[in-house]
């Protein structure tokens, strides 16, 4: 069944062009790797699919669904999650505080069962709960990242090269958590890497991404 499809979608920045009618789709639970040169238009797909950006033509359905105009946060209330290459995380706040930000739109209960349920996905974090986020290694960072898009609990997990930056022995820690995840939780996810290898390694299906169209699957 699909859970999500993007139509031939020609999407970009103000009026700057990027996405020339790009089409995937993801199977519920499936893992799919989106891999291409620097500028192939890999991170716009995924601000295009979470509403971040605007799409000048084509559609995307959510569990055939037309989602392609709602807004990033009624896209969130439908399941979405998304962590960013960059800024994925508050620096100035601690650990849990973050964790607490991503679940802002939930009950206080709903939160800490949450923020419970993070620390057994990521023990490290637990550990490092009081600490502010700026402190941690870039590996932790990007544990935090996906902890804190897990709190509003969604069926689809978008990671924007999730290893970038880390050094290989950390890249694979990464790498092994989201493999980990994908089997304890059973989530879509769509990994947009650099890293070919380690990322198809853990994923059922890959896209290739050249100058905003696609070239292969």
Known sequence: MKILEVDNVFAGYGK??????VSIYLEKNEVITIIGPNGAGKSTL?????????????DIYWKGEKVTQLRPDEKVNR???YVPQLGNVFPSLTVRENLEMGGFIQSKEVIEEGIDKAFELFPILADRARKKAGTLSGGQRQMLGMARALMTDPELLMLDEPSAGLSPKVSEEVFSTIADLHSKMGRAI??????????????????VLVMGQNEFE
Request: hydrophobic share 40%; glycine share 16%.
């Open 46 to 58: 995924l601000k295009a699919v979470m509403g971040y950006i605007s799409i000048f033509k084509g």
């Open 79 to 81: 399941g979405f999650g």
């Open 190 to 207: 769509i990994i947009i890497e650099q890293d070919a290898f380690q990322s198809l390694s853990i994923s059922d299906r890959g896209y």
């Open 16 to 21: 700057s062009e990027i996405l020339h009618g």
